[in-house]
Every structure is written in structure tokens, then in C-alpha cells.
């Protein structure tokens, strides 16, 4: 006999998109559940929305590692895949404000297991406000772990993975690391105040992680918070007390978008101009901006000969698109929503050009009352309508109600237009807003 149990995506309001349940014929939810991070998953970013994939069962994925509360046997299987690369992971603790009204204090547990040899990798945890409320410690048994505060009035978390000593793991040798969630529950004795004393404890736990420091790796420095992300945006390379320090102090999205415009500056840009001499374009000096689409079009304009602009274009769409638009987006200082409605539409669009040769588009998308999502090739509406489609399928069903539902009370203008764009000067790059 099957059993059907009926399993939330925690996108919006712990739920799938839309109120939309997903079913898995297989899958009861106090089952193991081992969550795998596939290579086509970019979670480099906080803000970015995707799926992790079941690998007991195939017809099970999710945003949210809270799944692996349900079970202790429960891991997600994960890979830092280069030098520089981060792991961003949601967690969602819907639980969290039905045992505070109860009275029922709670010990969360995250667990950084399978670390390869040699590396030294960090887990730090993040409130939902981008408030770091965690440093995972050794264990002493080669595994780091973290008990989330009591006292933390969040109740969705970010879980962010990276390698400390920024060395290039052998992943195709290497087991992935696993991350496990536990909980365990107990009577409070006291009510806790919430709002006030929660900034007081982020505040005294920062303070206490500073002191923990060796002192030879502790920032004595004299610039703020503030400052150093203006150095590490610019370009300038912290050394390791600087970055302890904002690791401890500074709020995720500035110190994210702080990294993106340094890596944009030391490592994208030399790369850009690298390929563009390599392709006998000569940029020494000169002042040029560079426009990508939504679609992925790139158009160059400035002081370059209209052959010079029409090969760089043709040698940036080819060679850093992708790097270009995540750069942006991870840079810029979108809320969340906008960050995912922008994402969504190209996301869609990505697909849709590559699936049906440029034949639909999102103009050409349309849904009924019960979110059943029409106008495209038969078989393809077929595999976002199935309860048994895959995560990618899942994923671009999500991205389409949302927009959907947001095209029905404003529109596509601002999407359908959207543009990111790079102002080159000389040696000098930076990102045009607006």
C-alpha cells in the first residue's frame, strides 16, 4: 500500500507557493530524509530560492532543510565546489512561536559533519534579518557544530557554508559534508522579554565571540564595520583579523554585497579584459559600458570600434554571462522579493529559450483558477502540472505562480525590461544602478 502524506515547501509562509500542497507518494513525514545539493543548484547567495533534491525519494525537494528536523537520521549532502565558493541554505523553524506561546524552550543543533582533509570549513548562522547569531566550534572529533540561541526571536535562519582556509578541495575524490538539524525540547522557567533584550543578546554574543579570539587574530584596528566593507567592496584584500571581524559584526547582506563588488573588481574584471586582448580587442584606456537583458543579450557601447563592440559582446555572452548577472544581483540592494521576482523571470526565460528554441516565451504562459499552467507545448505543461515532476520542473511551477500572481496586480514592466549593466573605465569597473 502506498501512502500519501502531504509535504509543505516553505517558500511562503512555511507552504508551498500559492497555498499549493505537494505529494509524495512516498515520502511519511517522520521518514529519513537525505537532501542532496546538486551541481545545477546556485546557493552561493542567501536570497537565492533552490531546490534540494530527495535522494530516498525522487519525487521530494524543498527550499528549506527544516525537513530534517522530522528524523535524526535526516542529512543534507553538500559540495564546495571551487575556491571562493560559499553554501547558502534556508532553514525554517515554523515551530519556534507555537512552543514560545506554550512555554517550551527549545535546543536546535546544527551539525557540520564529512569536512575533507585539509580544509577548515565554517558554518555561521544568520537571522532572518542578516544578524550573525552563530559560529559553529570544533567539536573535536573533525566536525563543527552549533545550538542556535534560545533567546533568538527569529524563526527562519540562513546557514552558510565556506571553506576558512580558501583552498580548493579535490570534490570529485572528496565525500560531500553533511549537515544535520536536531532538536530538543524542555520547560522554560521564565517568560523572555523578546524585542529589546534579543539586540542586548546579539550584541553581548558578538562582544563574547570577539574576546574568544586568539589575540593574534583578533582586528585592533581603528575603522568601523562600515569601513571595512568599503575597503573589501573596493577591492582591497582584508587580511584574516579583518575578515574574523566582520564575520562576527557585520550583517550578511552588506557583507555579501561587499564581497561581490570585490570579486567583480579582482578577479571577474581582470578575467574580462584577459579574454577581450585575447581576442584582439584593445581596451587599454578606454571607457566603455556593457548591458545584458533579462534574456541574456549583451550589447557593448563606447570607445571601441563597432567590430571591437560586436566581438566583445560575442566574447562576453559566450564566456561570462552567467558571472555577470550574479555578480549584479548579489551586489545590488534588492529586498528578497524583488531579488527572486528578477531571478524568476530569467530563470523562465533561460528555460523557455533553451527548450523551445525561442519559439514561447512568458507572454505566451497562461493558468487557470486551479494554478494548472497552460500555453506552452503540451508535454512541457504536463511535467509543471504533475505532482511527480522533478525539482527543476517544481522549481520553474514555483517561479511561474509567483510571477503570475504578481503580473496579475502590476505587470511585467520592470522585468520584461530589465537590464544589468558595468561601467568600464581604464582599469576601473563598477556597477551602474539605475
Known amino acids: 500500500m502506498n501512502y500519501i502524506h502531504y509535504i509543505s515547501s516553505p517558500l511562503v509562509n512555511g507552504s508551498h507557493y500559492g497555498n499549493r500542497g505537494f505529494a509524495s507518494p512516498m515520502k511519511e513525514l517522520n521518514d529519513q530524509t537525505v537532501l542532496v545539493e546538486n551541481s545545477e543548484n546556485r546557493n552561493d547567495s542567501y536570497r537565492q530560492r533552490t531546490k534540494y533534491d530527495d535522494r530516498v525519494d525522487s519525487y521530494f525537494s524543498t527550499y528549506d532543510l527544516g525537513i530534517l528536523l522530522q528524523n535524526r537520521d535526516s542529512y543534507l549532502e553538500g559540495k564546495l565546489d571551487s575556491n571562493g565558493d560559499v553554501d ?26 564529512n569536512i575533507p582533509e585539509g580544509c577548515e570549513y565554517d558554518l555561521v548562522i544568520y537571522d532572518k534579518q542578516g544578524n550573525q547569531i552563530g559560529i559553529a566550534k570544533d567539536h573535536g572529533d573533525g566536525s563543527r557544530e552549533i545550538t542556535l540561541p ?14 576558512r582556509t580558501g583552498e580548493d578541495a579535490d570534490t570529485d575524490k572528496e565525500q560531500p559534508y553533511r549537515i544535520r538539524i536536531t532538536e530538543e525540547r524542555y520547560q522554560k522557567q521564565t517568560e523572555a522579554d523578546g524585542g529589546q533584550e534579543y539586540s542586548s543578546e546579539i550584541e553581548k554574543l558578538h562582544r563574547e565571540q570577539y574576546d574568544f579570539l586568539p589575540e593574534d587574530e583578533r582586528y585592533t584596528g581603528t575603522e568601523s564595520v562600515e ?73 557593448v557601447t563606447g570607445e571601441l570600434s563597432e567590430e571591437e563592440k560586436r566581438k566583445a559582446a560575442d566574447v562576453l555572452e559566450e564566456q561570462f554571462s552567467d558571472e555577470l548577472w550574479d555578480c549584479h544581483m548579489q551586489a545590488s540592494d534588492y529586498s528578497t522579493a524583488e531579488f527572486n521576482r528578477i531571478n524568476a523571470y530569467k530563470e523562465i526565460s533561460d528555460f523557455l529559450g533553451k527548450a523551445t528554441g525561442g519559439q514561447y516565451s512568458w507572454d505566451d504562459i497562461s493558468m487557470d483558477g486551479n494554478g494548472n499552467i497552460s500555453g506552452l507545448p503540451k508535454k512541457m505543461c504536463q511535467l509543471l502540472n504533475s505532482q511527480e515532476s522533478n525539482g527543476r520542473y517544481e522549481q520553474l511551477k514555483d517561479d511561474i505562480l509567483m510571477l503570475y500572481d504578481y503580473a496579475q496586480a502590476h505587470g511585467m514592466e520592470g522585468l520584461s525590461d530589465y537590464k544589468v549593466s558595468y561601467e568600464v573605465a581604464g582599469s576601473n569597473i563598477k556597477i551602474k544602478n539605475g
Not at 541554505?89 to 524552550?105: E, L, P, T
Not at 533567546?151 to 557554508?161: A, K, L, N, Q
Request: hydrophobic content about 35%; proline content about 1%; charged content about 30%.
Open 88 to 113: 547558502c541554505y534556508s532553514f525554517s523553524y515554523a515551530q519556534k512561536s507555537f512552543y514560545d506561546k506554550m512555554g517550551i524552550g527549545t535546543k536546535v543543533t546544527v551539525r557540520l559533519e
Open 150 to 163: 534560545d533567546w533568538s526571536g527569529s524563526d527562519r535562519y540562513i546557514i552558510r557554508v565556506e571553506n
Open 227 to 299: 569601513g571595512l566593507l568599503e575597503k573589501k567592496a573596493s577591492g582591497e584584500i582584508l587580511d584574516g583579523r579583518e575578515e574574523n571581524y566582520l564575520k562576527i559584526f557585520a550583517n550578511l547582506h552588506d557583507y555579501e554585497r561587499a564581497t561581490a563588488n570585490g570579486r567583480l573588481r579582482n578577479i571577474l574584471f581582470p578575467k574580462i579584459q584577459e579574454a577581450l586582448e585575447k581576442a584582439g580587442i584593445d581596451v587599454q584606456d578606454k571607457e566603455y559600458l556593457i548591458e545584458m537583458d533579462i534574456y541574456g543579450k549583451i550589447t
